[in-house]
DNA sequence: GTCTATACGACGATAGAC
DNA sequence: GTCTATCGTCGTATAGAC
C-alpha cells in the first residue's frame, strides 16, 4: 500500500466533525470531499462501502478515544480523583465543548447509528457507574446518577452547539466528579 | 378553499413529527407522504415553499406550543409552583419524553434550522429566567440555573432517543421546580 | 384538494487515466 | 493514491387530469 497524502486518524477524524455536525443524511460525498480535501472517488478508494463504511470507522475510533477518557474509571483509586481524571478525558474528547456529538447527530436522520449510539451510551454509563459504586452508592442511586451526569453534559454539548452558550457544557464537566461520587 | 381531508393541525404534527426525527436532510418527501398520508403533489400544494415552508410551519407551531407551556412563568404567583406548571406543560409537550426535541433535529443536518434552535433556547431561557429571579436568585445563579434546567431536559430527551430509558427525563422534569427556586 | 406522470437536479457510486 | 469524467438513482419540485 503507497503511502497516502492524508493520515488516516487526520482523515476519519475530519469526516468524524463532518458526521456530527451535519447528520448520516446531511454528510454529502461532496461536503466530505470538501472538508477532507480528497477528491470524491479518493474518499470511495479509502472506503470502499461508502457511507456505511466511513460511519464504521468513525466510530470505531470514537469508541477508541472514549474508552481512553474512560480508562481511568477501571482502575483502582479514590473515586473522586478518579472522576477527575475521566471528566477531563471527555473534556478533551469534547474540544471544550465545541465538537458536537457524534451519537446525537447519528440518532438524527437515519443510518445505521442508532443502535451504535445507544450501545455508546451503554458502555459511557458501565465505566461512570463502576465510579459510583466505588464511592458507595446503591445500584439504585448509582444508576440514576450515572445517566444524569450523561445527560447533563449531553444537554450541553447540544446548547453550546444551538445557542453557542458553553456554560452549561462546563458545569457538567466540572461537576462530574460530585455526581458520581456524592463528594466522598 | 374546499376541505382538506386532513386537518391543517394535524399535518404540521406529522410532518413534524418526521424532521424531529429525521432531521432536515434525512426527512425526505417521500418519508413525509408515508407519514402524512398525502401524495408527494399534496403536499406541495399545502406548502408551495416546500420542505423550507414546512420548516417555518412547524416552528410557528412549536412557538406557539412552547409559549403555552411557558404561560405560567409570566404570571404573578409563587415561584416553585409557577415551575411545576411549567413542567408539567413542557411534559406534554415532550409527550413524556418519547418526543424527540425538534430543536436538536434541526441542529443537525444543514436547513435553516440552526438559528430557529438558538432563538427557541433562548425564549425559552427567558422565561425560566423570571421564575428563577422571583425566587431570588441573582442574576448569575439564575442564568446558571436556566441553562443547567433546560441541558438536563434535552439531555434526558437525548438519552431516551438514543437508549430508550427515560429515567433522566423524567427526573430532569421532575427536579425542574427545585433547580429554578433553591426550594424557595 | 388530491392524484398520476414527469422534468430536473443533486447525490452516491464507479471506471479509467495519471 | 488521487484525479476527471460519467452512470444510475433518489429526491425535489412541477404540470395537468380528476
Redesign the interface.
Known amino acids: 500500500m503507497a503511502r497516502s497524502t492524508i493520515d488516516d486518524d487526520t482523515l476519519t477524524d475530519a469526516i468524524a466533525r463532518v458526521f456530527s455536525?451535519?447528520?448520516?443524511?446531511?454528510a454529502s460525498i461532496d461536503r466530505l470531499s470538501e472538508e477532507t480535501g480528497l477528491g470524491r472517488a479518493s474518499l470511495y478508494h479509502r472506503y470502499p462501502g461508502g457511507k456505511d463504511e466511513m460511519v464504521s470507522a468513525i466510530i470505531d475510533r470514537a469508541t477508541v478515544r472514549y474508552g481512553k477518557a474512560l480508562a481511568p474509571a477501571f482502575v483502582d483509586g479514590p473515586p473522586y480523583a478518579r472522576a477527575q481524571e475521566v471528566a477531563k478525558g471527555l473534556n478533551e474528547y469534547y474540544n471544550n465543548g465545541t465538537q458536537?456529538c457524534l451519537?446525537?447527530?447519528l440518532?438524527?436522520?437515519?443510518g445505521d447509528g442508532?443502535s451504535e449510539?445507544?450501545r455508546?451510551?451503554?458502555a459511557w454509563a458501565d465505566a461512570l457507574m463502576l465510579i459510583a459504586l466505588d464511592a458507595g452508592m446503591s445500584s439504585v442511586e448509582a444508576?440514576?446518577a450515572v445517566?444524569?451526569a450523561?445527560?447533563?453534559?449531553?444537554?450541553?454539548l447540544?446548547?453550546a452547539?444551538?445557542?453557542?452558550?458553553t456554560?452549561?457544557?462546563e458545569?457538567?464537566i466540572a461537576t462530574l466528579p460530585e455526581r458520581l461520587t456524592g463528594g466522598r
Chains 1, 2 share one sequence.
Not at 21 to 26: E, I, P, V, Y
Not at 150 to 156: N, Q, R, S, T, V
Not at 161 to 165: I, M
Open positions: 455536525r451535519f447528520g448520516f443524511a446531511g458536537s451519537i446525537v447527530a440518532s438524527v436522520s437515519d442508532q449510539g445507544g455508546c451510551v451503554e444508576d440514576a445517566l444524569d450523561i445527560a447533563a453534559i449531553e444537554g450541553g447540544v446548547i452547539a444551538t445557542s453557542g452558550k456554560g452549561a457544557y458545569r457538567a
